[in-house]
């Protein structure tokens, strides 16, 4: 009778050769998963951008029927607190223009905020804290988004009110 030795099994080379494989894949794969999650931050505060862009119209659309758009103290205009027909840099200003929810120097759990006289400061709340120092430093971390809302000073065309996003690569 015949013995026939049949190996069962891989090599060590085999599987070497295979971990080197995945290694390779690995490597070229990873930077595209890390780009995802930049790219979605970046596209969240876009969105909020195209907020703040819409509010700030509806708003000074609204003022000029009422003839408010002049007007340094608006008041309401549609329920959103105005100065020159823009938003003012605050809760009932721009943020409720908009239709975001963020508190004064709060953390949420999708925004960090903070609202100075005139500007109004947003951005990814991932990793960001409001202790004391300035939200747009801690803000400008790799990967990071943040939106500046400076409200209109008066009511020629170069002083009014402006959104600016920046998102640190």
Same mark, same amino acid.
């Given at each position: 009778?015949?013995?026939?030795?049949?190996?069962?099994?891989?090599?060590?080379?085999?599987?070497?050769?295979?971990?080197?494989?995945?290694?390779?894949?690995?490597?070229?794969?990873?930077?595209?998963?890390?780009?995802?999650?930049?790219?979605?931050?970046?596209?969240?505060?876009?969105?909020?951008?195209?907020?703040?862009?819409?509010?700030?119209?509806?708003?000074?659309?609204?003022?000029?029927?009422?003839?408010?758009?002049?007007?340094?103290?608006?008041?309401?205009?549609?329920?959103?607190?105005? #100065?020159?027909?823009?938003? +003012?840099?605050? /809760?009932?200003?721009? =943020? $409720?223009?908009? @239709?975001?929810? &963020?508190?004064?120097?709060?953390?949420?759990?999708?925004?960090?905020?903070?609202? #100075?006289?005139?500007?109004? +400061?947003?951005? /990814?709340?991932?990793? =960001? $804290?409001?202790? @004391?120092?300035? &939200?747009?430093?801690?803000?400008?971390?790799?990967?990071?988004?943040?939106?500046?809302?400076?409200?209109?000073?008066?009511?020629?065309?170069?002083?009014?009110? $402006?959104?600016?996003?920046?998102? &640190?690569?």
């Amino acid at each position: 009778m015949r013995h026939t030795n049949k190996q069962q099994g891989f090599t060590l080379i085999e599987l070497i050769v295979v971990i080197v494989i995945l290694g390779i894949l690995a490597v070229t794969a990873a930077p595209k998963f890390i780009s995802f999650t930049t790219d979605a931050k970046q596209s969240a505060a876009e969105g909020v951008k195209g907020s703040m862009l819409g509010g700030m119209n509806m708003t000074f659309a609204k003022a000029i029927i009422d003839g408010k758009e002049t007007t340094a103290d608006a008041g309401l205009v549609g329920g959103v607190d105005a #100065t020159f027909g823009y938003p +003012t840099a605050t /809760a009932i200003g721009i =943020v $409720t223009a908009a @239709g975001i929810s &963020v508190a004064n120097e709060a953390v949420t759990s999708d925004f960090v905020s903070f609202i #100075t006289s005139t500007t109004i +400061t947003l951005g /990814a709340s991932s990793g =960001v $804290t409001l202790s @004391g120092t300035p &939200v747009v430093a801690d803000l400008q971390k790799s990967g990071m988004c943040y939106l500046v809302y400076t409200e209109a000073t008066s009511a020629a065309d170069a002083d009014i009110a $402006t959104v600016a996003l920046t998102c &640190v690569p």
